[in-house]
């Protein structure tokens, strides 16, 4: 065997290697031969169903392979073709002996090559070997494997990924992989990324829900048929999308005659109070006032709602139950000695938050009232924490205060003289619970002082069966809230307010201090809405 040298500057070096390397070339194919009858017929004859014999390029069962396509074979053909016959001859049984040539004999024959190759055809392999040598490992692994590798792309690179090729968007596009980005996102914020999206309610009724939670819709025919994971996304993404850049439709719902002073919406109806003393009720999607609720003798205040009953409470000091289908008032609360401006219930009990400081807690099961007291100043805002039948209110004082309504005890204060609260009127309160822990801010209980209410029952009236407010329950005057072991782990673990300070503040109900300001609004916030996500 001869070892070259290509890179000799001896001309005479290398004539004499070429020489040499020709003198052991066999004159006629009667080497070859046999060597092409040996190799050639195991390569052509390998079984399909032994895919180990086969490489990434060559492997039968692999779609997308990396054979040179069609426009650089047609290239290499046309160039053949320029060349003599001989040479044409010569050219073919090279590439035919290395086609036939196992891997061992491959390998040897490229390095034998290679270290004769000067600097142009180098670089002529190396520009086509950059392309070669690329591999569509997504469309080679097993789908289990290629599906776990996508998992771990966000919504954008997905749907990039779903364009590189038609077994590429198969992939992207499976239902398990979307099944998993909705489980990370929806209702939730993601960990690895940092974002959510929020859930939609709206075609919940239109919608039916299999054993395992996949959504369904129902086909012209009646029969449920799945929804892709992916529309349910892209729809929660949209929307998400929507509320970052402010995008939306609005709808004029004109007929008012006075001034709007509240109101609420579900996805079938939009109620609202006038200060002209009367309650419409709009159709969303068609923009029809469907019926106008009168009863007040002053302007209605607040209101809340939810699929049977329709709560107002008025300027005429009332609190009004009503049947917002047919229009009926079923019965009237009165007892505060001032404007109603803030109403709110769970269940069977009511609860109003008035300018005559008191906030009133109506029970319609057992027509009883309690009343607390403790706040210094107009109560803005009331709201109930249903699961554990907490209230908060909101007040001119600048506080707020947490209420236990079953013993009607004062549980906590929020803000005042020296606490970081709120320096101004505050105008809405929004208890929640939050299980992440990255609001969690380090901060030792400090005393927590208030009033206590009055825990004696009192009076409710209606229509039927009105009674005078002068008989008032007992009531503790602006003694200190007493702190009880409470078990923290059962109640709202923060709450949002907004105040005519400008600010909206984040509140550790734990603690009962402020751990987070809102700036950015240059006057007075009246009203805010939020949820845990």
Known sequence: ???????????????????????????????????????????????????????????????????????????????????PSRDRMAISHVWLIFAAAPHAHRALILKGLLSQCCFPQLLTINQQIN?????????????????????????????????????????????????HMCEQHIDRKCSNCGWGLPLMHMKRAREGIDDKGQKRQRSEGGELRKRPWKSVYSERYQLEKNWRNGVYRSKVFTGHTDTVTCLQFNRKHLILGLYDQSVKIWNIETGECIRTLTGHVKGVRSLAFDAQKLITGGL???????????????????????????????????????????????????????????????????????????????????TIKMWDMKSNQCLQKFGGVGSNGHVGQVQVVIPFVYKGNDLVVDVEDGDVTGTQPSARPGTQADERQRQDSDHEPDQWHENECPRPFLDYQNYPTHILTSSLDNT?????????????????????IWSIDADNF
């Open 1 to 83: 065997m001869v070892e070259l040298h290509p890179n000799s500057d001896d001309k005479f070096e290398e004539k004499a290697v070429a020489a040499a390397a020709f003198k052991e070339t066999p004159p006629n194919l009667s080497v070859v031969t046999p060597f092409l009858a040996k190799h050639y017929n195991n390569q052509a004859n390998i079984p399909r169903d032994n895919i180990h014999k086969f490489c990434y390029r060559h492997n039968p069962d692999i779609v997308c392979n990396k054979e040179a396509d069609e426009r650089i074979m047609r290239t290499i053909q046309t160039e053949l073709e320029l060349l």
């Open 131 to 179: 392309q070669l040598i690329r591999i569509d490992f997504i469309a080679t692994l097993p789908v289990e494997i290629a599906l776990k590798i996508l998992c771990y792309l966000d919504c954008r690179s997905l749907c990039n990924a779903a364009q590189v090729s038609r077994r590429w968007k198969e992939l992207a596009d499976d239902d398990r992989v979307w099944h």
């Open 316 to 398: 005429d000091s009332t609190v009004k139950v009503w049947n917002y289908h047919n229009g009926q008032c079923i019965s009237t609360y009165r007892g505060h000695d001032d404007a109603v401006t803030s109403v709110d219930f769970c269940d069977k009990t009511i609860v109003s938050g008035s300018a005559d400081r008191t906030v009133k807690v109506w029970h319609a099961d057992s027509r009883t009232c309690y009343t607390l007291r403790g706040h210094m100043d107009c109560v803005n805002h009331v709201k109930i924490h249903c699961p554990l039948k907490t209230l908060f209110s909101a007040s001119d004082d600048t």
């Open 504 to 524: 909206i503040k984040l509140w550790s109900v734990k603690t009962g201090k402020c751990i987070r300001t809102q700036f950015g609004h240059i006057e007075g």
